[in-house]
């Protein structure tokens, strides 16, 4: 035997020597997963733990009218806003209609508006003593104007805001469709509607079903409108037991209902998610399409529309305007709102940070070791934007107060409820920045003697940073605008935009949460542009919070 041949490695010793090492990536990825099941195994265990009096009002018509109040909440804001969405979406993008570009640019807008600011701005305008009421008392003597409360107030507050889910498919999904189909129908003497029906519809419907369900599964999870309309859901009712009652276990078992139904909605969702394979192949068609004439009816079309943006961005501004012209300047920037300020970054800032480290872990295994394993840490962490921030917060509550309890009422808490609820937007960036990586680089490098995680530090972390850090600065904004587990995590003495916003809409003192409100539709504005791209592309936007 040569010198040189008995220096060769052996490769069975060489695999055995990488397998440990390959291995390693999936502890902190493992450790992500974990973290998510915290809200899962706390329901799981309350549940177990609580007494019959929380059984019996489990199986009571209280119950009863929870399921049909969240259901029908749900149910009703998935129908309009589908119905709002789809012809919104042919006028922008298959007719002649006057403007069109600028109602398709402004569509989207309505998700910078934090739903529970939405819900302040609807009763200050529309409530009892609103905006409205004054405007007709005088020049037409009403005194009273019917209440908004309730499920009506609801549900028109959640469309409002929330309906861009649907459209933002929509039109994506307009723009890719084949208009080959619809043509050949018009050609076998179908008339334009029946032709429409039968042939464009069809190929509309997994991106109508997919924004209606994650409109759904939003007024499920949904806290502040609710709360503030006054309409008893399931998220209301269990953080009402928490903070008012403290039953812990009448809680747990409502929340176990409430991740059983978006469970059930999210496995609708991930069977109707859209191919994008075959999106591309009809987007390559779709640039032959041209623009349907529609006559005297786009100006009907122009009057939706318009009706649309005046409701749900013209409003909204006007009345955030009214309330910082009328409020007392001095309370612009106080003690108060500066540390609210700060509270939200901190709390954000380290969210993001956390979340992406955990995030990358994920993607790696995600991308580079396939198989059960994997699959299973990726469904486990992005499964936590389904739970709602309420089951999040009690999760962790009971996690602290059995096994940690220095985590108590701590900063580092609330933060690790953020990365819970988020890290599936981290998980997304490095993903999709994972991906720009060309891994023939790595093998060169590898090739050359470099190590692992040289390979990874000089090579493709920096070839992913722009995706990881289009996910770190999404968490972050998101982070910005949770409340419920703000509300129930935060340190004593801890304020954020949101909590100071919701004490001031929870007493009716709106003026108060002007400059709060104006600084978060800002940061969800900047969100909004940062991740549109993505969303469209991807076929399936995120929830906002």
Same mark, same amino acid.
């Given at each position: 035997?040569?010198?040189?041949?008995?220096?060769e490695?052996?490769?069975?010793?060489t695999s055995s020597?990488?397998?440990p %090492?390959?291995n390693l990536?999936?502890?902190?990825?493992?450790?992500a997963?974990?973290l998510t099941l915290?809200p899962?195994?706390?329901?799981v265990?309350?549940?177990?733990?609580?007494?019959h009096y929380?059984?019996?009002?489990l199986?009571?018509?209280r119950t009863l009218e929870?399921?049909? +109040?969240?259901?029908?909440?749900?149910?009703?804001?998935?129908?309009?806003a589908?119905?709002i969405s789809?012809?919104?979406?042919?006028?922008?993008?298959?007719?002649?209609?006057?403007?069109?570009?600028?109602?398709?640019?402004?569509?989207?807008?309505?998700?910078?508006v934090p739903?529970?600011v939405?819900?302040a701005i609807?009763l200050?305008?529309?409530?009892p003593?609103g905006?409205?009421?004054?405007?007709?008392?005088s020049?037409?003597? *009403?005194?009273?104007?019917?209440?908004?409360?309730g499920?009506?107030g609801?549900?028109v507050?959640?469309t409002?805001?929330?309906?861009p889910?649907?459209?933002l498919?929509?039109?994506?999904?307009?723009?890719?469709?084949?208009?080959a189909?619809?043509e050949?129908?018009?050609?076998?003497?179908?008339s334009p509607? @029946?032709?429409f029906?039968r042939?464009?519809?069809?190929q509309?419907?997994?991106?109508?079903?997919?924004?209606?369900l994650?409109?759904a599964l939003y007024?499920?999870?949904?806290?502040g409108?609710?709360s503030?309309?006054?309409?008893d859901t399931?998220?209301?009712a269990?953080? +009402?037991?928490?903070r008012?009652?403290?039953?812990p276990?009448?809680?747990?078992?409502?929340?176990?209902?409430?991740?059983?139904?978006t469970g059930t909605?999210?496995a609708?969702?991930?069977r109707?998610?859209?191919d994008?394979q075959?999106?591309?192949?009809?987007s390559? @068609?779709s640039a032959?399409?041209?623009l349907?004439t529609?006559g005297?009816?786009?100006y009907?079309?122009?009057a939706?529309?318009?009706?649309?943006?005046?409701l749900?961005?013209a409003?909204p501004?006007? *009345?955030?305007?009214y309330?910082?012209?009328?409020?007392?300047?001095?309370q612009w920037f106080?003690a108060e709102?500066?540390?609210a300020i700060t509270g939200s970054?901190?709390a954000?800032?380290?969210?993001a940070f956390a979340a992406?480290?955990?995030a990358?872990p994920v993607?790696? *295994?995600?991308?580079?070791?396939?198989?059960?394993a994997?699959?299973a840490?990726?469904i486990?962490?992005?499964?936590?934007?389904a739970?709602p921030g309420?089951v999040?917060?009690l999760g962790?509550?009971?996690f602290?107060?059995?096994?940690a309890?220095?985590?108590y009422?701590?900063?580092?808490?609330?933060?690790?409820?953020?990365?819970? @609820?988020?890290?599936p937007?981290?998980?997304?960036?490095a993903?999709?920045?994972l991906?720009?990586?060309?891994?023939?680089?790595?093998?060169a490098?590898?090739?050359?003697?470099a190590n692992r995680?040289?390979?990874?530090?000089?090579?493709?972390l920096?070839?992913?940073a722009?995706?990881?850090?289009?996910?770190?600065m999404?968490?972050?904004?998101?982070a910005?605008?949770e409340?419920?587990?703000?509300?129930?995590?935060?340190p004593?003495?801890?304020?954020t935009?949101?909590t %100071?916003?919701?004490?001031?809409?929870s007493?009716?003192?709106?003026?108060?949460?002007?400059?709060?409100a104006?600084?978060?539709?800002?940061?969800?504005? *900047?969100?909004?542009a940062a991740?549109?791209s993505?969303?469209?592309?991807?076929? %399936?936007?995120?929830?906002?919070d």
């Amino acid at each position: 035997m040569s010198p040189s041949a008995s220096q060769e490695p052996d490769p069975r010793l060489t695999s055995s020597a990488r397998q440990p %090492r390959r291995n390693l990536i999936f502890i902190p990825a493992g450790f992500a997963a974990l973290l998510t099941l915290i809200p899962i195994l706390y329901v799981v265990v309350r549940s177990i733990d609580a007494d019959h009096y929380a059984w019996e009002r489990l199986f009571s018509d209280r119950t009863l009218e929870l399921l049909v +109040n969240s259901l029908g909440l749900a149910g009703a804001v998935a129908i309009a806003a589908i119905a709002i969405s789809l012809p919104y979406a042919w006028l922008v993008t298959s007719t002649n209609m006057p403007g069109r570009r600028f109602f398709e640019i402004t569509g989207p807008l309505p998700l910078v508006v934090p739903s529970y600011v939405g819900a302040a701005i609807m009763l200050d305008a529309f409530g009892p003593r609103g905006l409205l009421q004054q405007l007709l008392e005088s020049p037409l003597g *009403v005194e009273r104007v019917p209440s908004i409360y309730g499920f009506f107030g609801a549900f028109v507050t959640l469309t409002l805001f929330t309906y861009p889910y649907v459209l933002l498919l929509a039109v994506a999904a307009f723009k890719r469709v084949d208009p080959a189909m619809e043509e050949t129908a018009r050609g076998l003497g179908l008339s334009p509607v @029946r032709a429409f029906v039968r042939a464009t519809l069809p190929q509309l419907r997994p991106a109508l079903v997919a924004g209606g369900l994650l409109c759904a599964l939003y007024a499920i999870s949904d806290f502040g409108v609710v709360s503030l309309m006054r309409f008893d859901t399931f998220t209301r009712a269990i953080y +009402n037991l928490y903070r008012s009652f403290y039953d812990p276990g009448g809680a747990a078992l409502l929340a176990s209902l409430v991740i059983v139904l978006t469970g059930t909605i999210l496995a609708f969702e991930y069977r109707l998610r859209l191919d994008p394979q075959k999106l591309a192949v009809r987007s390559a @068609r779709s640039a032959e399409r041209t623009l349907a004439t529609i006559g005297r009816w786009r100006y009907a079309g122009l009057a939706f529309c318009l009706t649309v943006f005046l409701l749900s961005i013209a409003m909204p501004l006007f *009345v955030l305007g009214y309330w910082i012209a009328t409020g007392p300047q001095a309370q612009w920037f106080d003690a108060e709102t500066l540390n609210a300020i700060t509270g939200s970054v901190s709390a954000s800032g380290w969210a993001a940070f956390a979340a992406t480290a955990l995030a990358i872990p994920v993607a790696i *295994v995600s991308l580079k070791h396939p198989g059960r394993a994997a699959r299973a840490i990726e469904i486990i962490t992005t499964s936590g934007f389904a739970l709602p921030g309420v089951v999040v917060a009690l999760g962790l509550v009971f996690f602290a107060t059995r096994f940690a309890g220095v985590l108590y009422q701590s900063l580092a808490l609330l933060v690790i409820a953020y990365v819970i @609820r988020f890290i599936p937007q981290a998980i997304e960036g490095a993903r999709a920045g994972l991906e720009r990586a060309d891994p023939g680089l790595d093998e060169a490098a590898r090739g050359l003697g470099a190590n692992r995680m040289r390979v990874f530090r000089t090579i493709t972390l920096p070839l992913a940073a722009p995706g990881v850090a289009a996910g770190a600065m999404l968490v972050f904004l998101t982070a910005m605008k949770e409340l419920p587990a703000t509300l129930i995590l935060k340190p004593t003495g801890f304020e954020t935009l949101a909590t %100071r916003i919701w004490e001031a809409a929870s007493t009716a003192s709106y003026s108060q949460a002007a400059v709060p409100a104006l600084i978060l539709i800002a940061i969800s504005a *900047v969100a909004l542009a940062a991740g549109s791209s993505k969303r469209v592309d991807s076929g %399936r936007p995120r929830p906002r919070d």
